[in-house]
């Protein structure tokens, strides 16, 4: 599509031919899929499929996040125009991405969730796609790792995140974002050595034996500073990155449940994202936008760039290989 389609061209998301290629539908109208991706349930050449899971039981403070995946959305139409800016390559005409829809789930059958979650990206992964994840509340990116990690094995998690998520909890049948990564690490999902948490500003007790740059770190030595350590920590190892948006400041996302002051500014986890290009990214997602909460809006503008900057990650990747 070109700009001057525009006038005739709309809900792309459902009509357009090929799956590949940017979309120039206005801005204003239009199905709202990610990016204004093809939605679809068939996975057959997909490279990249982009999925929502709209859950938000496991909060400390204010809910909302079951409505991220569709704040991000909409948020996203602002930006699928063109190819996205300083990374020099296109990668919606160099791969296959799709909205693949969202979780469907039980609300009232909390327990049964975790298991349809990991259950839904192992379809994903089974098809041969790779899968970024809209959220939610953190909780979700526990599933999604045991989905993961049956394949690749333990991983690499690079976690943007104000809270390190460690908290203790030994019940299996909890489901807590404050303790997902615990449980992972515990699991042996995650390989914690070859691990970081980015943008920490709130003490845990027991860091077990994960890598942590807290936000002041980054303020003082710069993104490309970090950039630099991550792919350092991580090596050649398979990456999973999970970017819980109240890793910023709240001044730029305060749509979130559990805000801190002191976190990164949006241009600081933009420059180190564009920065970890060439890791070996697997997965990933972008989590905790509760737009309730953000008038604006600016909360789930941060989340689309994010997750866009994900399947630049993943393209990056994919292309060099």
């Not at 001057?4 to 899929?33: H, I, L, P, Q």
Request: glycine content about 10%; aromatic content about 10%.
């Amino acid at each position: 599509m070109a700009l001057e389609d525009a006038k005739n061209e709309v809900d792309v998301a459902f009509t357009r031919a090929d799956a590949r290629g940017y979309a120039c539908e206005n801005a204003f109208a239009g199905a709202t899929s990610f990016l204004r991706r093809r939605y679809t349930k068939d996975l057959t050449g997909v490279d990249l499929a982009i999925t929502g899971v709209g859950f938000d039981q496991a909060v400390t403070n204010r809910t909302g996040t079951r409505f991220g995946p569709r704040a991000i959305r909409e948020a996203s139409t602002l930006q699928p125009y063109d190819r996205p800016f300083g990374w020099g390559f296109d990668p919606l005409e160099t791969m296959t991405v799709v909205d693949y829809g969202d979780l469907a789930f039980d609300y009232a059958r909390t327990a049964d969730f975790p298991g349809r979650l990991t259950a839904h990206v192992a379809g994903i992964l089974a098809a041969g796609a790779g899968a970024i994840t809209l959220g939610g509340d953190h909780s979700i990116t526990l599933p999604i790792l045991r989905a993961h990690a049956a394949v690749f094995g333990p991983l690499s998690v690079v976690q943007f995140d104000a809270h390190s998520d460690l908290w203790v909890d030994d019940d299996p049948g909890r489901i807590d974002h404050g303790t997902f990564m615990y449980k992972a690490v515990k699991e042996g999902l995650v390989d914690p050595a070859r691990s970081v948490q980015v943008g920490i500003r709130t003490d845990t007790p027991d860091w077990l034996g994960m890598n942590v740059i807290d936000a002041r770190t980054v303020h003082e030595q710069g993104p490309a500073a970090i950039a630099t350590r991550v792919r350092d920590i991580v090596g050649a190892h398979p990456v999973y990155l999970t970017f819980d948006i109240d890793a910023l400041d709240p001044a730029f996302a305060p749509g979130t449940g559990t805000p801190v002051w002191g976190g990164l500014a949006s241009w600081q986890a933009a420059a180190i994202l564009r920065d970890l290009a060439g890791v070996a990214l697997v997965g990933g997602d972008v989590v905790e936008v509760s737009p309730p909460y953000d008038s604006a809006g600016i909360t789930a503008v941060a989340g689309a760039h994010v997750a866009y900057e994900l399947i630049c990650l993943y393209g990056w990747r994919r292309r060099k290989e």
